[in-house]
């Protein structure tokens, strides 16, 4: 079996030899470009680093970028032996992701602005110097994505993993245990897995050093998936082994040992340990570089068919331009957000056959939705003027104009406030008299009390339980100028655990009150 291989990847950097007018120009053009794209969404990028710095999950970021450079720096003679090939498609593509930011920056969603900032930069690359400058630096620009701080969408999965498998683990060895969500009693004392206990810092970690000792030791396709395979799957259930051996370690010190900082000092020895067991048995099938499994060669030039100088120049340019469009359009769609709005006192009538019994939290519902910025607020709680059914708690917050996190949707770190956990969460569809409305249904939990939570969002006029839908028609007033108020609609209503969640009382509730509270938003003003 004959193999093919890649004169360019094989051929030592001595053997390179670059030829070409337009070769000589292509990579300062190419690194001119590269820092256009850094400062114009400096912003974005700068947003990065300050996650960077504020968390211990997303601090590897500091040295994916320099990793990433010294990867590229590393084929730099071959690099410049490439025939620049300028692409059209690369243009394309930069000006798909900078559509893609711009629309980001307008519903304020920064992990899409800074994969789409982050892929400008291959999209450059492409652009100017064409598909084999691409596939030559295929591993340190995809390296580049790792370092943008994603992954908490994974928090609640792990964090759900984590509980059942420590759960599970304690039963079969014989530890009485009783699970509530993500909370856990022994007999000795009571356990919750949180966001610092979910691992998922540990498998961002190892996928970070798995794709690059995957990179450096190994050329096979299939043996390097295995190797991020591995890098995934070992912290998941690894964090799973950690959190028992800590519960079990408090359990049998009589919740001595491995309740305060020591906790977490268990928790990175016992990764350093995996990760070092991993990376040690990956060695051992490591493969040799394929520049040593093939004979010296004799310096070729591979300048042949490069690009004119022209041709490099206008594709460095167009790249210029496109980065440049963006940032000035997303300037344009931000022009009326510090302008002043008057203050709104957000009043409701009573629903019919509902009397309101207090303008706060009454009895035992005591909750309150946690909220970003100052939108004008309304909450109340009320009953049926028949007396039949439990109070439903009304919470209404309504924004004139969205800015950054001051909006209808923004990432809180506890969305449910502090108190109380989600159990579970869905999309309901509810009956009303205009027809079916789909809400956000949550089941929070705090020890044996309840909370049946429903939510829903009008943008612009519209009423969804999609995050998504909310976006994108904030994205849209904002870039065509029309409205962009938006309103949080919450009902709530308390019940023991043993007993049903009252899904009817809040159907009946939203029947009354959901007509009563389009009229008022209606009459509010609103802004451009």
Same mark, same amino acid.
């Given at each position: 079996?004959? &193999?093919q ?10 053997a390179v030899q ?5 070769q000589?120009h292509?990579l300062p053009l190419l ?17 990065m ?17 320099p990793i990433s450079c010294w990867?590229?720096?590393r ?5 410049a032996?490439l025939?620049?090939q300028p692409s ?13 930011w711009?629309?980001a ?8 602005e800074q ?14 110097l064409?598909?084999?400058a691409?596939?030559?630096l295929?591993f340190?620009l ?5 370092a &943008?701080?994603?992954g908490e969408?994974?928090?609640?999965p792990l964090?759900?993993?984590?509980a059942?498998f420590?759960v599970?683990?304690l039963q079969?060895?014989?530890?009485p245990v009783?699970?509530?969500g993500?909370?856990f009693?022994?007999p000795t004392g ?5 966001e ?8 961002i970690?190892?996928?970070a050093?798995?794709?690059l000792?995957?990179h450096?030791?190994?050329?096979s396709?299939r043996r ?7 890098a ?9 082994v950690?959190a028992y051996?800590?519960?079990?370690l408090g359990?049998?010190s009589n919740?001595?040992l491995?309740?305060g900082v020591?906790?977490l ?8 340990l995996?990760?070092?067991l991993l990376?040690?048995l ?6 040799l570089?394929?520049?040593r ?10 300048g042949?068919?490069a690009?004119?100088?022209?041709a490099v120049?206008?594709a460095s340019?167009a790249c210029?331009?496109l ?9 344009a769609s931000h ?9 709104i006192?957000?009043a409701?009538p009573?629903p019919p056959a509902w009397r309101r ?18 939108p004008?607020?309304?909450a109340?709680?009320?009953a049926r003027q028949?007396?039949?059914?439990a ?5 209404l917050?309504?924004?004139a ?12 770190s506890s969305p449910y406030?502090?108190?109380?956990t989600a159990l ?6 509810v009956?009303l008299?205009?027809?079916?409305l789909?809400?956000?249904?949550s089941v ?5 009390e ?13 009423v969804?339980?999609?995050?998504l ?15 962009q108020?938006?309103?949080d ?10 007993a049903p969640p009252p899904r009817?009382h ?8 959901l ?9 509010l003003?609103?802004?451009p």
């Amino acid at each position: 079996m004959s &193999v093919q291989l890649d004169p360019v990847a094989c051929l030592p950097d001595a053997a390179v030899q670059p030829d070409g007018h337009g070769q000589r120009h292509a990579l300062p053009l190419l690194l001119l470009a590269l820092a256009a794209v850094v400062l114009l969404y400096h912003a974005t990028f700068w947003s990065m680093l300050e996650l960077w710095s504020r968390s211990q999950t997303f601090a590897h970021g500091f040295l994916i970028v320099p990793i990433s450079c010294w990867l590229a720096w590393r084929r730099r003679a071959r690099l410049a032996a490439l025939a620049p090939q300028p692409s059209r498609p690369g243009l394309l593509l930069l000006g798909a992701l900078g559509l893609a930011w711009l629309l980001a920056d307008a519903a304020n969603v920064p992990v899409v602005e800074q994969y789409a900032a982050t892929a400008m930069l291959p999209a450059c690359v492409l652009a100017i110097l064409g598909w084999p400058a691409v596939r030559l630096l295929a591993f340190p620009l995809a390296y580049l994505f790792l370092a &943008v701080p994603f992954g908490e969408v994974f928090l609640e999965p792990l964090i759900d993993f984590t509980a059942a498998f420590t759960v599970t683990a304690l039963q079969w060895t014989g530890v009485p245990v009783f699970r509530d969500g993500s909370n856990f009693s022994l007999p000795t004392g009571n356990w919750s897995v949180v966001e610092a206990c979910s691992g998922l810092r540990y498998l961002i970690a190892a996928l970070a050093l798995g794709a690059l000792f995957a990179h450096v030791n190994f050329h096979s396709t299939r043996r390097r998936l295995a190797v991020m395979a591995a890098a995934l799957l070992v912290p998941i259930l690894a964090n799973g082994v950690r959190a028992y051996m800590i519960v079990m370690l408090g359990h049998l010190s009589n919740m001595r040992l491995a309740v305060g900082v020591d906790h977490l000092i268990y928790g990175w020895l016992f990764f350093g340990l995996v990760a070092l067991l991993l990376f040690w048995l990956a060695a051992r099938w490591r493969e040799l570089p394929l520049a040593r499994a093939v004979p010296p060669a004799q310096p070729v030039r591979l300048g042949t068919g490069a690009a004119s100088l022209r041709a490099v120049v206008r594709a460095s340019a167009a790249c210029l331009l496109l980065a440049a469009l963006w940032p000035a359009l997303a300037l344009a769609s931000h022009r009326d957000d510090g302008a002043a709005l008057p203050a709104i006192v957000l009043a409701l009538p009573d629903p019919p056959a509902w009397r309101r019994l207090h303008d706060a939290a009454a009895g035992n519902i005591d909750w309150q939705a946690p909220y970003a910025g100052k939108p004008a607020l309304f909450a109340a709680t009320y009953a049926r003027q028949d007396g039949d059914g439990a109070p439903v708690g009304l919470q209404l917050r309504w924004y004139a104009r969205q800015v950054r996190d001051a909006e209808l949707l923004t990432h809180l770190s506890s969305p449910y406030g502090a108190r109380w956990t989600a159990l579970a969460q869905r999309v309901r569809q509810v009956g009303l008299p205009g027809g079916a409305l789909d809400v956000r249904e949550s089941v929070l939990a705090h020890g044996g009390e309840r909370l049946l939570v429903w939510r829903v969002y009008r943008q612009g006029g519209v009423v969804t339980a999609r995050p998504l839908l909310v976006k994108l028609l904030l994205a849209q007033a904002k870039l065509l100028g029309r409205r962009q108020d938006g309103a949080d609609l919450i009902v709530f209503a308390a019940y023991d655990e043993l007993a049903p969640p009252p899904r009817a009382h809040l159907q009946a509730f939203l029947r009354a009150a959901l007509p009563v509270i389009e009229q008022r938003l209606q009459e509010l003003p609103h802004g451009p």
